[in-house]
T-cell receptor, first 114, second 113 residues
Framework: DAGVIQSPRHEVTEMGQEVTLRCKPISGHDYLFWYRQTMMRGLELLIYFNNNVPIDDSGMPEDRFSAKMPNASFSTLKIQPSEPRDSAVYFC????????????FGPGTRLTVT | QKEVEQDPGPLSVPEGAIVSLNCTYSNSAFQYFMWYRQYSRKGPELLMYTYSSGNKEDGRFTAQVDKSSKYISLFIRDSQPSDSATYLCAMRETQGGSEKLVFGKGTKLTVNP
């Protein structure tokens, strides 16, 4: 299995631009999670989906952030407009209900907003 | 008070040392306790988990949970340079409820050969 796949691995953009991060979960997994990691705040859950339906988006910082999961094999996290304080590493993780509770993380997308 | 507190270190030890990593938490509803290991520029990977109180051993690693004190620990025996990484504790409430994991900020460990 290829594991969780994220793209791009690195993104540098200017303030005000739209940023789209992509994730392909492990095949067969029915939960998908988006996290953000910074030195100041650590690893924070932004939103998670179950069977493509958003379950808890209480961690989404503000309306500039949105996430979608149009099918079981693809999810996006969009930031519009981006701001320098959005600079962080964004991780996607997935897990399978029948596999207890281990979440498998992707390699992350390192976002820099200048 | 943050839900989960973890000393960020950094922690530097010689090869072969016993390492102790710790977290404290405030939410008494947490039932599942995990340790993730994160190598530089990689995603976290699950190292160990425990349910409720008690100890769990896996090779050189031992996880302990003391719910009465709201305190969890990870011990690494005979530490190796390959153990150099950031270790994050994570916790969640009972199964069947929210899937949300709450993470500590992580402790950066360096094991020197």
């Amino acid at each position: 299995d290829a594991g969780v796949i994220q793209s791009p691995r690195h993104e540098v953009t200017e303030m005000g631009q739209e940023v789209t991060l992509r994730c392909k979960p492990i095949s067969g997994h029915d939960y998908l999670f988006w996290y953000r990691q910074t030195m100041m705040r650590g690893l924070e859950l932004l939103i998670y989906f179950n069977n493509n339906v958003p379950i808890d988006d209480s961690g989404m910082p503000e309306d500039r952030f949105s996430a979608k999961m149009p099918n079981a094999s693809f999810s996006t996290l969009k930031i519009q407009p981006s701001e320098p304080r959005d600079s962080a590493v964004y991780f996607c993780a997935s897990r399978w209900t029948g596999g207890a509770y281990e979440q498998y993380f992707g390699p992350g997308t390192r976002l820099t907003v200048t | 008070q943050k839900e989960v507190e973890q000393d960020p270190g950094p922690l530097s030890v010689p090869e072969g040392a016993i390492v102790s990593l710790n977290c404290t938490y405030s939410n008494s509803a947490f039932q599942y306790f995990m340790w993730y290991r994160q190598y530089s520029r990689k995603g976290p990977e699950l190292l160990m988990y425990t349910y409720s109180s008690g100890n769990k051993e896996d090779g050189r690693f031992t996880a302990q949970v003391d719910k009465s004190s709201k305190y969890i620990s990870l011990f690494i025996r005979d530490s190796q340079p390959s153990d150099s990484a950031t270790y994050l504790c994570a916790m969640r409430e009972t199964q069947g409820g929210s899937e949300k994991l709450v993470f500590g900020k992580g402790t950066k460990l360096t094991v020197n050969p």
